[in-house]
């Protein structure tokens, strides 16, 4: 069965830093993967996805995120964090041949100026 | 307006009450979605529906009701609500649920049962 860990319920960095989210599958073949983003009292929102066309895919707000076959991991990354990247970061997966999308359990991300 | 609205934003009721959740999407997408999010479970599945009249439970459907007359709409009725039930509700759209393509989230319901 498909699964997603988010290593660290709650990241906090300084504004201009790297920002770095953690994000591994469980996956015998390649999945499909999504980061979203879900700024206070809103929905959540789609950063990115992999779609296997290439690696290191890009997203909106700067936000780029590297599927690593071989370390199962899609982490999420920012060159430098601006006070406005304060959200919670949901990285989700699903199967390369399933109906389910399966959420990861979110990563506060918190930016002190 | 264009995309997906969920009403009311905010609700509070009292336990035992019926309450019902709107969503409604504007793109003709053939999927809906409800979850919950609560503080440590991340988001949690409790219904979907892949087309009018077609609907499925997800990981935590008891104590929920849903229904898909239309396609643009999927409300979600709490037949007789618990305290358990405290929680932000968001309502989904997608073209699929397979492959590549992404939900589209609406901006949540939050409940408070008392």
């Known amino acids: 069965a498909q699964s997603v860990t988010q290593l660290g319920s709650h990241v906090s960095v300084s504004e201009g830093a790297l920002v770095l989210l953690r994000c591994n599958y469980s996956s015998s073949v390649p999945p499909y993967l999504f980061w979203y983003v879900q700024y206070p009292n809103q929905g959540l929102q789609l950063l990115l996805k992999?779609?296997?066309?290439?690696?290191l895919v890009k997203g909106i707000n700067g936000f780029e995120a590297e599927f690593k076959k071989s370390e199962t991991s899609f982490h999420l990354t920012k060159p430098s964090a601006h006070m406005s990247d304060a959200a919670e970061y949901f990285c989700a997966v699903r199967g390369y041949n399933t109906d389910k999308l399966i959420f990861g359990t979110g990563t506060r991300l918190q930016v002190f100026p | 307006d264009a995309g997906i609205t969920q009403s009311p934003r905010y609700k509070i009721t009292e336990t035992g009450r019926q309450v019902t959740l709107m969503c409604h999407q504007t793109w003709s997408h053939s999927y809906m979605f409800w979850y919950r999010q609560d503080l440590g479970h991340g988001l949690r599945l409790i219904y979907y529906?892949?087309?009018?009249?077609?609907?499925d439970k997800g990981e935590v459907p008891d104590g929920y009701v849903v229904s898909r007359s239309k396609t643009e709409n999927f409300p979600l009725t709490l037949e007789s609500a618990t305290r358990s039930q405290t929680s932000v509700y968001f309502c989904a759209s997608s073209e699929s649920n397979r492959g590549v393509y992404e939900q589209y989230f609406g901006p949540g319901t939050r409940l408070t049962v008392t």
């Open positions: 529906s892949a087309a009018a009249d077609i609907t």
């Open positions: 992999y779609t296997s066309a290439a690696t």
